[in-house]
């Protein structure tokens, strides 16, 4: 029979005595904004988002806070992204990444609306090259596409209806670095730039009367062209827990579908995961 005290010590001696699962080693590496996966059957469990991988080359994941916030808009709000190294050639690794984010809003409420809904598709789409310098050095360069799509349907109060489309597309460059102290600790510093952002596109439908429907069209520009981001940060990797922290100044470009704010400001970086 196992004694509870001896299951105890060889659980703490996996768990923090395997280099492999989480420290920066030669195939544990940062998958942030970089064209490395998780390793077949290693998964991420963090603050922001859950994440496993297939195979070596494969991995996918999803994003926490839509699935937070659904009990408060009482809607689904699903996504899911997934990663797939490409191509190794050397120092060189290339990867696709790809995700859907879907979001249908019912009853939403104000003192201007009453019930109206919302529907929502966004699908960024990415390119991400990484090349492995020396054993300290790794600079990653990606382009992304993001697609979004918006449907609404509101009444208000006076009994007029209104229901429209909202598109935003943008591309997106981005030029990441990591310095590696040793295997626990790593500087970042990510940089991005949307040199395109296509202004919102709404068409809309108002009954005026009982026989009278009038479209509208307009187009709203979204002060985000041009938009950048300049973050440092640190990792800090310890057996399978990970730290990751930085505040940058730009644009928010937010996490996962990639949209672009037009407001900017400090941008903070942070998420807490366990990695094994």
Excluded at 35 to 55: N, V
Excluded at 81 to 97: E, I, M, P, Q, Y
Excluded at 120 to 139: A, D, E, H, N, Q
Aim: no cysteine.
């Amino acid at each position: 029979m196992v004694k509870p005290s001896s299951f105890l010590l060889a659980l703490g001696i996996v768990l923090f005595s395997s280099p492999a699962w989480a420290d920066h080693t030669e195939r544990d590496r940062q998958t942030e904004v970089s064209a490395f996966t998780l390793q077949a059957q290693q998964a991420r469990l963090g603050l922001l988002k859950l994440e496993y991988g297939i195979l070596d080359r494969w991995m996918v994941g999803t994003y926490t806070l839509p699935w937070v916030l659904m009990p408060i808009v009482k809607g689904p709000i699903l996504n899911l992204h997934t990663k797939v190294r490409l191509l190794d050639a050397g120092n060189f690794h290339l990867a696709g990444r790809l995700g859907i984010y879907y979001a249908n809003v019912q009853n939403i409420e104000s003192s201007s609306v009453e019930n109206g809904s919302f529907k929502g598709t966004i699908v960024p789409m990415s390119f991400i090259g990484s090349y492995v310098l020396s054993k300290r050095w790794t600079v990653s360069s990606e382009l992304s596409w993001v697609q979004t799509v918006a449907h609404g349907d509101v009444e208000s109060p006076s009994d007029s209806s209104v229901g429209g489309a909202v598109g935003q597309s943008n591309f997106q460059l981005s030029v990441s670095a990591e310095y590696r102290f040793g295997p626990h600790v790593a500087l970042n510093l990510l940089t991005r730039f949307a040199p395109y952002v296509q202004p919102l596109e709404l068409t809309t439908d108002a009954e005026v009367g009982p026989d009278t429907v009038v479209q509208l069209e307009a187009e709203v520009e979204s002060g985000n062209q041009n938009a950048f981001l300049i973050q440092p940060g640190v990792t800090f990797s310890w057996g399978i827990w990970n730290l990751r922290a930085g505040l940058g100044v730009g644009n928010i470009f937010i996490p996962g579908p990639l949209l672009v704010s037009g407001l900017r400001t400090l941008v903070p970086d942070f998420d807490f995961y366990v990695r094994f």
